[in-house]
């Protein structure tokens, strides 16, 4: 009876082993991606890769590590985030903008806990750069835009204009198109928008030597290139050069409006003619660095979004858990994967060994390379930015209405650096 006791024992034993080393090596990740166009769902979770999804053929080339993944819109997203984190169920990895409220609460793992060398060390490091706070990468970039002017080559045919290099010269040629047209034609475009109001500000500011922070990342909104920019900008609406409703009228309403040849000028992402050949659009556009003032160099303004990881300590092996993690960053990476995710989207990429392949697909891309070489971000890894981004807005609007600009940056620049 001993013996047939301990045989039992020994079975008992021998499938508590088996049954953990199952567990332990069968690992799901909860993911959330933002979901940025019509394709975002099919291309991860249907059959937009060669009739797979980015779930199945990940799931295929990894035995032991399932994907949860959820495409999320950009409207419920940051909803859906808090509300998990509240319930203690945070995503293992999640693709957003903003980083820096996640890793000052000391929500998320640092990047080197999971992301494979070879990996960290392809992304451009002034995208990186983006997401350091005291020294340590909480994230890493997902993918990028970058804006340029883009305007209509028909148009300046006919007036008879050369494309704009600086700011005298804007003006010169939005008197020109608005002459000729007698204001059928809006020369420039401006969005003001609680949209998009903060990239309107870097816009100018940027073009002018001016920024959100000053060369030791202080907070600078009110400096004297800033309040010279914005009054420039809202001097083109007061002069009658730009679309009738700037603190309504948001970037796809320009893009429409540009589409239509109703528009001569539009500041926009990398991505306008993929939007405007799917809206059936035909337009003969041409594309140029943005106009600066005399004396300042041309900035581009880069956009830019994230993946990061957050912590649970939950976990039985966090090595384990870090290592599968990483294993998803470097398939998503996989250039053969990640530049039909790019293309499919209209971005940039945030990884130099996908550049070769976008050129060879389409040798116009290599024109938007030394654009991301001098982009310049928001400063999103600074805990005010969200204000900062909703006061800039605020300022543009008020400005319109006839405020002024310097007391009104006086006044954000107070409340922000206090």
């Not at 059936?280 to 660095?289: D, E, I, K, Q, R």
């Not at 993690?325 to 998503?332: N, P, R, Y």
């Not at 945030?350 to 116009?364: H, Y």
């Not at 030394?370 to 909703?390: G, H, R």
Request: glycine share 8%.
């Amino acid at each position: 009876m001993r013996k047939l006791a301990a045989l039992f024992l020994a079975f008992l034993l021998t499938v508590s082993c088996i049954g953990f080393a199952v567990a332990e090596g069968d690992i799901t990740l909860d993911v959330i991606i933002c979901q940025y166009g019509n394709n975002t769902n099919n291309w991860f979770t249907g059959t937009g890769m060669n009739g797979k999804s980015f779930v199945e053929l990940f799931e295929e080339a990894n035995p032991g590590i399932k994907l949860n993944l959820e495409v999320v819109s950009w409207n419920d997203v940051y909803t859906v985030v808090s509300t998990r984190i509240s319930n203690n169920n945070a995503p293992d990895i999640l693709n957003i903008d903003t980083f820096a409220d996640y890793a000052t609460e000391g929500l998320l793992m640092p990047v080197k806990d999971y992301c494979p060398e070879e990996l960290y060390n392809d992304f451009f490091p002034s995208f990186i750069e983006q997401s350091v706070i005291d020294g340590t990468v909480w994230a890493v970039p997902d993918l990028a835009s970058a804006r340029a002017m883009y305007y209509n080559a028909d148009i300046f045919k006919e007036v008879g204009i050369e494309v704009p290099t600086t700011w005298a010269e804007l003006e010169d040629a939005c008197q020109a198109i608005l002459d000729f047209y007698d204001g059928a034609v809006y020369p420039w475009g401006l969005d003001m928008t609680t949209d998009e109001g903060q990239a309107a500000f870097s816009y100018y500011v940027w073009n002018n030597n001016g920024g959100f922070v000053d060369a030791e990342g202080n907070w600078a909104l009110n400096s004297p290139a800033n309040v010279e920019a914005v009054k420039f900008a809202v001097g083109l609406y007061e002069k009658g050069y730009t679309n009738p409703s700037p603190a309504t009228q948001t970037r796809y309403d320009l893009q429409d409006m540009f589409g239509a040849g109703k528009l001569a000028m539009v500041i926009a992402p990398n991505q306008l003619p993929t939007y405007l050949t799917e809206k059936g659009y035909t337009v003969n556009l041409g594309t140029a660095a943005l106009p600066h003032n005399e004396g300042a160099a041309s900035g581009a303004t880069g956009v830019m979004d994230r993946v990061m990881a957050f912590k649970d300590g939950s976990y039985p092996d966090q090595a384990a858990r870090n290592a599968a993690i990483g294993k998803f960053l470097e398939f998503f990476y996989k250039p053969e994967n990640y530049t039909g995710w790019v293309s499919m989207e209209g971005f940039l990429p945030a990884v130099s060994s996908a550049v070769s392949f976008l050129v060879e697909a389409d040798p116009s891309f290599e024109a938007w390379l030394s654009v991301l070489d001098s982009c310049q971000f928001y400063p999103t890894a600074k805990a005010e930015w969200i204000d900062v981004k909703q006061g800039v807005i605020e300022v543009e609007q008020n400005a319109l209405l006839g405020g002024d600009v310097q007391a009104l940056l006086d006044e954000l620049q107070a409340k922000i650096a206090k």
